[in-house]
């Protein structure tokens, strides 16, 4: 009789899991983002929820943490209750944490990725009439004049130890050059206004989407995307690659959803079948391509992988080259 017992109680546990995952999601879910409202990251989040949700029948509300670099957010993702009702985006920046010793979640491994989105690479954008004065019309131009002129150039991303920051460590290292990196408290916007206007800057290694208006007013002048390939929309596609141009040089930003460690298995299935489906959302692809924004999908496993290689290899590297301590 016991063991009948017992074989019910399994039966019933096994059957009311079953019914849980076929009813989830059954109410609305929470989504994180380290960084502020308005932003990048915040307007590429809020588009994908909107695909997100058409897949699971519930409305993700997001939640914006920020501070203290992104670690806030960060922070609040790993701590989150793993029941599958919240997830978020985490950034470039969550591989630099465990370097600078930022913050208590110092690795990748602190969180289960669902996938990656989005990645912008960094472009090399330089003032339009420096540029023309020093006969540079493109990258490999540019790294003859930094060879020329070693540590002269100077070059602006954002503020100390960011994204754009460690861009230019990587392309100095990749290239082979030496110029020097000047930081912006306030972030990209001033670094390419600067460079726009020639002010203690000669360019910038921030993203296309940052450049944009200065680009499109003949102030500034993009010489080559640090990226495999060029960027497949109708604002950028005509600018070339570095690559195309004989110089490897690789770097990009990007963001991805993650889940707490802890989440059921086959809810975290289901999540990223959602996912994987969303991505291809026609709403979501229109927006991101007006709006200038890569679309670099990973899957889960993939994106781990690429977490891994970011954290342990890539980045360390790029800050040695741009002289960041750590």
């Given amino acids: 009789m016991k063991k009948l017992l017992a074989l019910v109680m399994a039966l019933v546990l096994v059957l009311g899991a079953a019914a849980a995952l076929a009813d989830y999601p059954d109410k609305g879910l929470t989504a994180i983002c380290p960084w502020g409202a308005g932003g990048g990251t915040d307007n590429c989040l809020r588009a994908f929820c909107l695909a997100l949700d058409k897949q699971l029948g519930q409305v993700s509300t997001v939640d914006n943490r920020t501070g203290a670099s992104g670690v806030t957010g960060h922070e609040a993702i790993a701590d989150a209750d793993p029941d599958g009702y919240t997830y978020g985006m985490i950034t470039f920046e969550v591989v630099t944490y465990k370097a600078l010793e930022m913050s208590d979640y110092k690795s990748y491994e602190d969180y289960d990725p669902l996938c990656r989105l989005n990645a912008d690479p960094a472009a090399v954008t330089v003032n339009k009439k420096w540029a023309d004065a020093n006969g540079i019309a493109d990258i490999n131009g540019f790294i003859d004049y930094c060879k020329a002129h070693p540590g002269e150039v100077r070059m602006g991303g954002s503020s100390a130890n960011s994204v754009w920051h460690i861009a230019g460590g990587y392309f100095m290292n990749a290239a082979g050059v030496e110029f020097q990196m000047v930081t912006y408290p306030d972030g990209a916007a001033s670094a390419v206004q600067a460079a726009a206007q020639g002010v203690d800057i000669e360019g910038v290694t921030v993203s296309l989407a940052e450049a944009r208006n200065f680009i499109e007013s003949g ?47 086959d809810v975290r299935a289901k999540l990223a079948d959602a996912c994987a489906a969303a991505i291809e959302d026609a709403d979501f692809v229109t927006y991101m391509n007006n709006a200038g924004l890569g679309i670099a999908y990973l899957n889960s496993e993939d994106f781990k992988a690429f977490l891994q290689e970011q954290e342990e290899t890539d980045v360390p590297a790029a800050m040695t080259a741009a002289g960041i301590e750590f």
């Avoid at 005509?238 to 040089?249: H, L, N």
């Avoid at 770097?251 to 802890?262: I, M, S």
């Fill in 219 to 265: 102030d500034l002048v993009c010489l080559g995307l640090m990226a495999e390939e060029r960027i497949n929309n109708e604002v950028f596609g005509a600018i070339p690659t570095c690559k195309e141009q004989g110089v490897e040089a690789y770097y990009a930003t990007w963001r991805g959803l993650a889940l707490p460690n802890g989440v059921d298995a």
